[in-house]
């Protein structure tokens, strides 16, 4: 591969708000950076979590993605450090929410992104899109310019018929790019402890089988944790069950010829500790039913996540996602 288009994009969308994509995309792009990749991080939803959480208020951002897609300054420009080593951002500002309005009609207003991009790729290795929580231009051009798409999927029933309509979106994409984009379906937010949860996992495992993950991207306080003291989920607590799922999730991508560019030494050990944290015995697990279809239904679910020093989480809350049953492999 040549150094331009080794650069590798993943575009981290579903349209359904709350699902952990920003986390996601967080966590996925400062464990490729740890391990000595040369990442972008772009933000493409005007709310600008994925700018907050690295550090910049997106109102007091001059320039973005917005300046980016409307051809109004050098790409080049508009890419700022970050305190991470190796992980650039293209902030979002405000403005990118009129994108739409602006640009909807202009012919080829779908590929500005991935013409924008290309004239990043040799400064990166691997690119993330953060996408907005809805089916616009701007996902639409993120679809676009990506090699690779991982779709978080919170692990309840509403969350998968939002999933359908996303897939409907990517299928209209990719008739427009003339092939497949090749796609992981993580399963987010998984409280093994609640039926719902067991069973949207168990109906996604039918659906939409050789696309999705083995594991899961566990329920983990320490994922919110993290975004309130605005570090990666796996800097602040590498050893929580979170930080391991995601570290096992980039090895998956990592192995995906379709996702993998330029490849970091390998982490043998990632899949492994994942597995062993997701599937560890609970401690002090509430009954299924206790739970209650609900709990799980929001991503703000306080209660439903766990502590792993196993102190100041609420009492009896301590299961995670087990590795669910035939998955191994
Ligand atoms: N695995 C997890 N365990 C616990 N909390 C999580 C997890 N993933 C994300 N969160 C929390 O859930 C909330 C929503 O996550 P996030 O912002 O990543 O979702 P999103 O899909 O990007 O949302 P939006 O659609 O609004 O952009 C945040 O408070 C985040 O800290
Ligand atoms: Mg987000």
Redesign the pocket.
């Known amino acids: 591969m040549s150094g331009a288009d080794r650069c590798r994009v993943w575009a981290v969308a579903?349209q359904?708000?709350?699902?952990?994509?920003?986390?996601?995309t967080v966590a996925l792009a400062a464990l490729l950076a740890q391990r000595g990749m040369r990442v972008l991080a772009a933000d493409l939803?005007p709310?600008g979590?994925l700018t907050s959480y690295l550090g910049l208020e997106p109102e007091a951002v001059d320039r973005s993605a917005y300046e980016l897609l409307l051809e109004q300054a050098p790409p080049e420009e508009l890419v700022l450090p970050t305190a991470w080593e190796g992980l650039s951002l293209l902030p979002a500002s405000p403005a990118l929410a009129t994108v739409d309005r602006r640009l909807g009609t202009r012919r080829g207003a779908g590929v500005l992104l991935r013409r924008a991009l290309d004239r990043l790729r040799h400064r990166f290795d691997y690119a993330l899109l953060?996408c907005?929580?809805a089916l616009g231009l701007l996902m639409v051009n993120a679809l676009a310019a990506a090699d690779f798409l991982v779709v978080?999927v919170q692990t309840e029933h509403l969350a998968l018929q939002g999933l359908e309509r996303m897939l409907r979106t990517l299928a209209m994409v990719e008739r427009a790019r003339g092939g497949p984009l090749p796609r992981l379906i993580v399963p987010?937010?998984y409280d093994r402890r609640t039926r719902a949860a067991r069973l949207a996992l168990e109906r996604l495992r039918q659906e939409h089988g050789e696309a999705l993950w083995e594991l899961v991207?566990?329920?983990?306080?320490r994922?919110?944790d993290a975004?309130r003291a605005g570090r990666p989920p796996v800097a602040y607590a590498p050893r929580s069950r979170?930080a391991l799922a995601c570290r096992a999730l980039v090895e998956t991508l990592l192995a995906l010829p379709e996702a993998a560019g330029r490849r970091p030494a390998p982490d043998p050990e990632a899949q492994e500790l994942a597995r062993q944290a997701l599937g560890a015995p609970d401690e002090g697990v509430a009954p299924d039913e206790a739970d209650g279809e609900g709990s799980v239904g929001g991503?703000?679910h306080e209660g439903a996540?766990e502590d792993e020093r196993g102190v100041g989480g609420p009492a009896g809350r301590g299961g995670l996602g087990r590795l669910p049953a035939g998955a191994a492999g």
């Open positions: 579903n359904k708000g709350g699902v952990g994509k920003t986390t996601l939803d709310q979590s953060d907005p929580p978080p987010t937010l991207v566990p329920a983990d306080t994922f919110r975004a979170g991503a703000d996540e």
